[in-house]
């Protein structure tokens, strides 16, 4: 935090004619913040500065703030008035917060009342639960900027390299509910059986309510066409119905990131949608990726390497690595999953021939009848006397086979499938999980960030990227030492439960001495000082990363 702009008072102040005669202050002058109290003594929670380590997170956060250019922050404070609060002890207290796990403003605000190590943050002061939401929803704008500003002090320390690029996505859950969720599908289902209804034998109370239930689904259906989505949710609308890990389908945003580094493993670009899957996404995720890079000052003939799990094997996806290889090398392995298998009950692809001059012959060696043009740039084409076919069984379970191609999709997959079949590729391909996975696991297991706090897209989108920004310079610090993990050794930590109750003596301990007053929040005002109660206990291996 920059602490003079905590006390400093310019001494020239600007006076100008006002209504009626009297005279105003003028804005044009540096603005004015509250001073740093930290380093003061109270007589009931003591002194900030003295209780808490030198070697503490906190202290960790307050240096990494001022490496940050946070005059954007600053500028936006007035001289006129009455003096607020130091925008930087903000963002101070938001990313400590993030790192341990509190990520809800109201739950924040509650820990700042004893906690020495936020009051320590923001210079002694104890932020309502208001002050850290407005903040937090005002300034996306820079905590993207500040991403960027990590890539730009790693690529000065020589940890970012671009041909060590991935990308993936995680699913967070959303602020909403599903009875929210409004689906394409089920709604056109809906409208079937209502506009199917007599309304002739209705009163003119169900008359209403079954116009209500028309114009609802009609809208929903209407909005699923205009916005190309298969569902969307009513008060969220940067929700989606999502499929978790644990099998179920909730309201969620998709987390989408271009990480680089097996080691570091910074999250260089980060894109928020309510896509149900990845398709589509790697172009995006790739352009500004390399704006990103182009910015620190990369040649344009650098070549970006980026290497993406089966879920962006889709044709967009494919087809842009192979139309855009003169500066992004894209590595896409093919699940067994998707491949034809030798168990199959029917034939696959595989077992098809399809000449150049567009004849298609079935694995019983009869030629087929087509192709015929469909949808999107694709072909058909039908079997011939599949019902006498010997090997109908293994064929089709219908009267006719049909066989669909896109020409387009299949030049492209060849095409990843020979670049995967390059020396090195498969090596190269196999680094992506070391290098975006844990990225995942930083922010979900070791950060506590599994749900969304609002369902305002604006403060959805500045939540997400205040969290990838603690993360990156969690990253970036952990590296600087050559090992990913910060001591904190004069710590006693007591085991409670799933949780961990992490103490500090700040006056002379004696082991044997087990009493201290602690009021309800867990707070002591003796011997020993609350530093950062009810940790999330997988927090101890955030830094121990290595």
């Known amino acids: 935090m920059n602490t003079e702009s905590l006390s400093t008072v310019p001494s020239s102040i600007e006076l100008v004619a006002g209504t009626g005669g009297h005279k105003r202050r ?48 600053v500028e936006k404070g007035s001289a006129l008035g009455r003096r607020g609060y130091d925008p930087c002890g903000k963002l101070a207290v938001w990313l400590y917060a993030s790192l341990i796990g509190v990520h809800h403003a109201s739950k924040l605000a509650e820990r700042m009342k004893t906690d020495a190590a936020f009051l320590l943050l923001s210079g002694g002061y104890r932020y309502s639960a208001t002050t850290l939401r407005e903040f937090r929803r005002d300034h996306g704008d820079f905590f993207e900027a500040a991403v960027l500003q990590t890539v730009s002090l790693a690529h000065e320390r020589g940890l970012v390299d671009p041909c060590q690029g991935a990308v993936d996505s995680m699913r967070l859950r959303a602020h909403a509910s599903t009875a929210s969720i409004r689906t394409r599908e089920r709604s056109e289902k809906r409208l079937q059986h209502l506009q199917a209804a007599d309304l002739s034998k209705m009163s003119e109370d169900e008359r209403k309510v079954h116009a209500a239930k028309v114009a609802k689904h009609s809208h929903a259906v209407k909005h699923c066409t205009k916005e190309q989505r298969s569902n969307f949710s009513t008060t969220n609308e940067l929700a989606g ?36 899957h990845d398709y589509g996404h790697l172009e995006q995720l790739a352009r500004k990726a390399r704006e990103q890079f182009l910015s ?145 696991s930083g922010l979900e297991e070791m950060m506590g960030y599994r749900r969304a706090s609002s369902r305002f897209a604006k403060t959805v989108r500045a939540e997400i990227l205040l969290k990838v920004l603690a993360y990156n310079l969690s990253r970036i610090a952990a590296a600087r030492t050559g090992y990913f993990s910060l001591l904190m050794t004069y710590y006693t930590v007591l085991l409670e439960g799933d949780q961990l109750r992490i103490l500090n003596a700040w006056a002379p301990f004696d082991e044997n001495t087990t009493s201290a007053p602690h009021d309800e929040k867990g707070a002591s005002h003796g011997q020993i000082h609350f530093i950062g109660a009810m940790i999330p206990q997988d927090l101890r291996t955030l830094f121990a990363l290595e």
């Open 241 to 276: 119905l999502l499929k978790f890990p644990h099998g179920g389908a909730l309201p969620g945003h998709r987390i989408s990131v271009t990480a680089v580094g097996v080691q570091l493993r910074l999250i260089v670009v980060v894109l928020v949608t309510s896509a149900g």
């Open 296 to 440: 620190l000052g990369l040649p344009e003939t650098m070549v970006l390497q980026i290497a993406a799990d089966a879920g962006y094997l889709c044709s967009e996806d494919l087809q842009f690595a192979l139309n855009n290889r003169n500066w992004v090398d894209v590595l896409i392995h093919e699940s067994s999953k998707m491949k034809a298998s030798s168990e199959s009950k029917y034939y696959g692809r595989e077992q098809f021939v399809i000449h150049e001059d567009g004849r298609a012959f079935c694995p019983a060696g009869t030629e087929m009848k087509g192709p015929k043009p469909i949808a999107e740039g694709r072909r058909q084409w039908t079997g011939v006397g599949c019902g006498d076919c010997e090997l109908k069984s293994h064929c089709t379970e219908g009267q006719l086979r049909r066989l669909t191609q896109d020409p387009e999709l299949d030049k492209a997959r060849d095409a990843m499938r020979k670049r995967m079949e390059e020396p090195g590729a498969k090596e190269r391909y196999n680094k992506r999980i070391a290098t975006v996975e844990p990225v995942f």
């Open 26 to 73: 003028t804005g044009k002058r540096p603005p004015c913040f509250l001073p740093d109290q930290s380093k003061q003594l109270d007589p009931f929670h003591g002194c900030p500065d003295f209780q808490v380590p030198q070697n503490h997170l906190a202290r960790s956060v307050l240096k990494w703030v001022t490496e940050l250019d946070t005059r954007s922050l």
